[in-house]
């Protein structure tokens, strides 16, 4: 049970354009859990023809097929992804197999493979690695079961109410499930569930219990969002007790919390630096040194020169003394990633790129 956090279930209307709420439900059972490991692939890029020495450790990558007619495609992207082994094709293409994750909410081919002549291959940092003539998954691997989940005492309406009760048999299609802070508004996303059973509740008449399929929250978002049932905390650094995953999902609620008009550029803010460990506190830290206790400024670096444009608190120009800077001087950079991980002098040209001056203090 999630501890008296209530949650909004919403889908689209009719035409698919709007919003709706379908249900408002007192409780969820089963929402948090480790999740599954994820489902590791092999793919063949045949016919590959280099533009860059590939690493044997590729980490992320995007695949774009290429058409005669230059229609636009979308990109699909494999996660975590190293090459396995590679097989002279001619004299200048070789065969590719690489192992990889496929990226969360994607199909299982990019989009236009029938149609593409071909495909490209960038990293993470959009650099060209190569092209390729086919792209085949060289062996089929089972899917893990669903993440069940149980919705409690759900107040129904709209067109779930329609299906649930037999008056319509329309497809539940686009539909997100939010955590309500006391007061009844957004604390922060829960996920994508997917309604596949219901029954009468026990919680009251005219309430439904739902079965869901969907991913499962961290468990470690049970402690953060009692942190953020009040509202806004009033405290800072109540992020700094998690490791990075539990700070990266901190900002969820962090940005659910956004207020307040911008103040002018030109402003002096204060980092409280005790706690930057690493990438994702610092990004909580400097969230807080903007916007106060619980504040937000982006989770990444885009994110954060995304903000620093506007409708997040500040606009540059604007000061920032680092106060403890020496413990991400110390700290950051060190983390055994597959991507590079920012470091401190990273973030200092970052920021001074940006039109942030900083003060080491």
């Known amino acids: 049970m999630t501890a008296g956090t209530r949650f909004a279930l919403w889908g689209e209307d009719d035409d698919h354009e ?63 992804a190293r090459v396995l082994t590679t097989r002279a094709r001619g004299a200048s293409r070789q065969d590719v197999t690489v192992e990889a994750v ?36 060289a062996t089929a691997v089972e899917e893990p079961p669903p993440h069940v989940v149980r919705l409690l005492g759900c107040e129904v309406r709209g067109p779930l109410l329609d299906v649930l009760e037999g008056r319509q048999g329309r497809p539940l299609r686009y539909r997100h499930l939010d955590a309500l802070d006391a007061s009844g508004g957004l604390l922060a996303g829960a996920g994508h569930p997917h309604v596949v059973d219901w029954q009468p509740s026990a919680r009251g008449p005219g309430l439904y219990d739902l079965t869901v399929h969907m991913e499962p929250q961290p468990p470690v978002v049970a402690d953060i969002w ?35 008009p911008d103040r002018p550029a030109g402003g002096t803010y204060r980092l409280d630096g005790r706690f930057v ?10 969230g807080e040194a903007v916007n106060g206790p619980g504040g937000y400024f982006g989770r ?28 991400a001087r110390r700290s950051l950079g060190l983390q055994p990633l597959v991507w590079h991980s920012a470091t401190f002098h990273d973030l200092l040209a970052f920021l001074e790129e940006e039109g942030v001056e900083v003060v080491l203090a």
Do not use: I
């Not at 089963?30 to 489902?39: G, I, Q, R, T």
């Not at 199909?107 to 690695?129: C, I, K, Q, T």
């Not at 460990?277 to 400097?286: K, P, V």
């Not at 990444?300 to 540059?316: E, H, K, Q, S, T």
């Open 226 to 260: 009692p942190l953020w049932r009040e509202g806004r905390p009033a405290v800072p650094n109540l992020w700094a007790p998690f490791d990075g995953t539990g700070r990266e999902l901190w900002l969820d609620p962090a940005l659910a919390h956004m207020e307040g």
């Open 277 to 286: 460990t690493d990438t994702e506190g610092f990004f909580c830290a400097l």
């Open 18 to 80: 709007d919003e709706q709420l379908w249900a408002l439900c007192e409780d969820a059972e089963n929402l948090f859990a480790d999740p599954p490991e994820p489902v590791r692939r092999r793919y063949e890029l045949r016919g590959f023809t280099a533009e860059h020495e590939m690493p044997a450790a590729l980490g992320f990558l995007v695949v774009k097929p290429l058409h005669e007619d230059g229609a636009p495609t979308r990109e699909w992207y494999l996660e975590l």
């Open 300 to 327: 990444c670096l885009n994110g954060v020169a995304d903000a620093l444009c506007g409708g997040f608190g500040a606009r540059r120009p604007f000061t920032l003394v680092w106060h403890d800077h020496e413990v």
């Open 102 to 137: 496929r990226s969360d909410h994607q199909p299982p081919h990019p989009a236009g493979s029938a149609a593409a002549v071909g495909f490209s291959l960038s990293d993470h940092e959009d650099r060209l690695l190569g092209h390729f003539q086919e792209l085949a998954e």
